[in-house]
């Protein structure tokens, strides 16, 4: 018998990534890019140019289908893998990435005479501008005493789908009434590859407050929040949603003469890039978290039971391995604040000097800022760039960094801000760790375990813990492929759990990362102090980030 392959699609931020894998051992065999035409739309609308608000960001629908398009005939042709060998297909994306579709599975955004309503644009997860719907949700929800809302940290997020769709209602109800449905883009993807909308357990229990046993919230908690909403879940958000894994349909003919794939071959349901990256880790028990490391990073953890642990993204039986309980949490901006160092803030003669050493600013910056010990440059920073969505979930923070003198160097600023989202991930580690939920290993993966080894040993000397991290470059996608081979079956080459699947095609690097003790106890003072700043600028103590916003929204 000939080897049989799968493909794996991974919608990021910025691009999306098909990678093309063996089945035998998980071996990645092609991989290609495809970045985002139209990125992110955070400032004009395409083609009106009108001016969004602040907070938002927008992507375009089209963008992913050229994903398909480009990548999956590069992988094949890179490959030279026969497209009669390719036995199926998965995809995960980022989420809460939202849009409106007609009823016949369309975007708003591609109607004419829509079309320069930013409403009717595809919300990506990182839109903040639903903040005042996320507030009254959360304080209804309380006041109601809602079951749900422990299983949500206490707290549910500007970023998921109710608050979004509640802001549509709000700013834009003609949109809202002409939505014949509001669904996660990972399912409107599985939707065009297979003709089939369906939702994922994943996206619908982290993002939409859908629960295995209980479903969605009453029609009176809907009623509550807005009498327009009391039927949403019977009419906008309705349709079945299936356990992960679940075969969502196969490739159309249309879809086949798009990607250069045979049609009829197995296509799973939607995924989440950060869920897929667990099994893709061989990560299959409770005590290993995973940390997807990239412009955010999301936390992943498997448990026995349900526990309640303040700010997590949620608790979903099944969310991620069925089985198990899946516990999210995460920061929503890691990679994008160094990003917007190195591209706002670093002095020209940083650039030059990287640029004649032939090395990007990262790596120059990295290099310089490794020869410091922990503590050495007096420096300390909120890595609230983005807000905060790990133990506050509060998307009006912002940004800090104390300590600079006039000798303070761009390294030292660097290698704070590298500190800042250890210890916001650390935060996370010990709301978990002393909820009951263990965690004792860390596992790595996404583009900055790759590409930043200073952050990798200050992440275990702040933590405490080892890390070991993926072998693979594209860990979503490999994981991906994986459930797009559960989706297949057995039957077909494929196989029957993600068990099964993890067993034989999940990667993991031989080498551990090691805290060394002597950072420890240094990185241990300095997180008292993050405590200290955290707890004063973010509890509610000084709310000077917030007045500060409110201002600059009244210009
Ligand atoms: N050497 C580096 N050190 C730290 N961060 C880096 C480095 N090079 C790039 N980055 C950051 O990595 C992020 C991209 O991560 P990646 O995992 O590739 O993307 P995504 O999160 O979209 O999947 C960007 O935010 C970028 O600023
Ligand atoms: O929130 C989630 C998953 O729940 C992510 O999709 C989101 O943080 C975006 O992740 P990336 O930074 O693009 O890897």
Sequence with gaps: MTKKYTIGVDYGTESGRAVLVSLEDGKEIADHVTPYKHGVIDEYLPESNLKLDYEWALQHPQ????????????????????????IGLGIDFTACTMLPVDKYGEPLCFHQDLKNNPHSWLKLWK????????????????????????????????EWMIAKIWQILNEAPEIYEQTDKFVEATDWVISKLTNNLIRNSCTAGYKSIWHKQEGYPSKEFFQALDPRLEDVTETKLRGEVVPLGTKAGELTEEMAALTGLQSGISVAVGNVDAHVSVPAMGVAEPGKMVMVMGTSICHLLLGDEEKHVEGMCGVVEDGIIPGFYGYEAGQSAVGDIFAWYVDQAVPDYVKIAANEEGIDVHQWLEQKAATYKPGESGLLALDWWNGNRSVLVDTELSGMLVGMTLQTKPEEIYRALLEATAFGTRKIVDAFHQNGVEVNELYACGGLPHKNKLLMQIYADVTNRPIKIADSFQTPALGAAMFGAVAAGKANGG??????????????????????PENVSIYEKLFQ???????????????????????????
């Design 63 to 86: 963008d992913y289908i050229e994903v398909l398009q480009q990548s999956i005939p590069e992988v094949l042709q890179e490959s030279g893998v026969h497209p009669d060998d390719i």
């Design 127 to 158: 839109h903040h501008a639903a903040q005042d719907e996320a507030n009254r949700l959360n304080e209804i929800a309380e006041t109601m005493g809602e079951q749900f809302l422990p299983r949500y940290g206490g707290k549910l997020s500007s």
């Design 495 to 516: 196989f029957d759990t993600i068990l099964d699947a993890t067993k034989n095609m999940a990667r993991i690097k031989d080498e551990v990362i090691q805290p060394i």
């Design 529 to 555: 102090e993050y405590t200290t700043l955290h707890d004063y600028f973010g509890r509610g103590e000084n709310n000077v980030m917030k007045r500060l916003k409110s201002l600059r929204s009244k210009n």
